[in-house]
């Protein structure tokens, strides 16, 4: 995979920022002047990950991980650190406090920490930090995240030419913006192929608990869900839709040997490149905070598709991907109505970058996610 660290919007989707540049934020976000970190020098290097979960869970932590190990390969001589199942409480801010006393020089956090990250970024302005999935820019903070809305988008164009009911159903973990802009994604990607598409979701409160996804997996096709969607970390609803004879696609990685039957894609995750290029940076002293989106293709894409997937449905979702490649089309564009029937985007407007980023409410067809 090449390495594309900013999201370049002129090519991908015509919004208009150069290659390289970062995300153009509004005033709100772009933080402070960066400060000024210097050169170091390999073999005194200290990059440390902070993890939400297991690193073995085979997707999204093990995703970052495989990125760490892409930089221990790219950089040898520099020393990694790394803790893992670091819950969202008073143990986050200690865990990454300790990384700073260990003189780390770049320490990630690979999911959103909000105040118990801060709180170590605001008395460590010497160290360089980055979150994954973050909402703010400050003089030693930056943030990076996924265009997971368009791979998502082409799964939902499977969906919705290989569902029989138009029932769909999703394991969300919790009804924060990534399962909206997820969940949303999905189902105007099956309406577009399937307009009288529906999406049921079921919101288990955890980001890794296969028992509940398992449960909420068997819930969704108890009620007649045939095409099952999720952003968990593992695999129980895919082996509850091999059980069913009904079809599933998953988040982070491959795990088609649960359930080869029934897999039909999952929206992948790679972090290789973009960790490797930050560390570099760090490294020679001209690392800044940033906002990245890493685009569709380049750090965030789908999988290849299942053994089960006819190649007609294939070929037409897969049209729509390069559609979105060669800067020809954003489904995001308006009129789009809220679950509640309220025109959120007008005809003729189109979501922003941030706009997605920061989706925070269900479009029409989507049941059980939130207010």
């Known amino acids: 995979m090449k390495s594309a660290l900013s999201i370049d919007r002129r090519r991908l989707l015509g919004l208009g920022t150069a290659a390289g540049a970062g995300l153009l934020l509004p005033p709100s976000l772009r933080g402070a002047q960066a400060a000024s970190f210097p050169a170091v020098a390999e073999k005194d ?8 979960g297991p690193v073995n869970d085979e997707g999204w932590t093990w995703s970052h991980d495989q990125g760490m190990k892409a930089v221990q390969a790219a950089f040898p001589k520099a020393k990694t650190l790394f803790v893992e199942s670091i819950p969202y409480s008073a143990d986050a801010t200690r865990t990454f406090r300790q990384f700073a006393t ?71 973990s919790f009804p924060v913006t990534s399962c909206y802009a997820s969940t949303n994604a999905f189902l105007m990607g099956a309406r577009s192929v399937k307009p009288e598409a529906t999406l049921q979701v079921v919101t288990i409160n955890s980001w890794f608990d296969p028992q509940a996804a398992t449960q909420a997996g068997v819930a969704l096709a108890n009620n007649g869900c045939d095409f099952l969607f999720g952003i968990m970390d593992e695999a129980g609803y895919l082996q509850i839709a091999e059980q069913r004879g009904i079809k599933a696609a998953m988040w982070n990685t491959d795990m088609r040997r649960f359930g080869p039957k029934a897999y039909v894609s999952s929206v992948v995750i790679d972090l290789k490149a973009y960790y490797v290029d930050q560390v570099a940076k760090r490294l ?42 060669s800067g020809g089309f954003n489904p995001f564009a308006g009129e789009i109505r ?3 029937g309220k025109v959120r985007v007008p005809a003729g407007q189109t979501m922003s970058e941030m706009d997605l980023y920061k989706w925070d409410w269900s479009i029409e067809g989507v049941a059980g996610l939130g207010a």
């Not at 290097?45 to 939400?52: D, E, L, P, R, T």
């Open 338 to 340: 809220d679950n509640k």
């Open 45 to 52: 290097a200290v990059i440390a990950f902070g993890h939400v």
């Open 284 to 325: 020679a002293g001209t690392w800044e905070p940033k906002a990245t989106i890493l685009p569709l293709g380049k750090g965030v894409d789908r999988d290849v598709w299942g053994e089960t997937v006819p190649e007609a449905v294939a070929k037409q979702a897969d049209a729509v991907r390069e559609k979105m490649l």
């Open 102 to 172: 260990q003189k780390a020089n770049l320490i990630f956090a690979t999911s959103q920490y909000g105040d118990f990250y801060k709180d170590v970024t605001k008395r460590n302005r010497g160290i360089a930090f980055m979150e994954c999935n973050g909402s703010s820019l400050e003089e030693n903070l930056g943030w990076y995240y996924f265009a997971h809305w368009y791979p998502t988008y082409v799964i939902g164009v499977a969906a919705g030419l290989m569902s029989k009911t138009g029932k769909l159903g999703y394991v969300a």
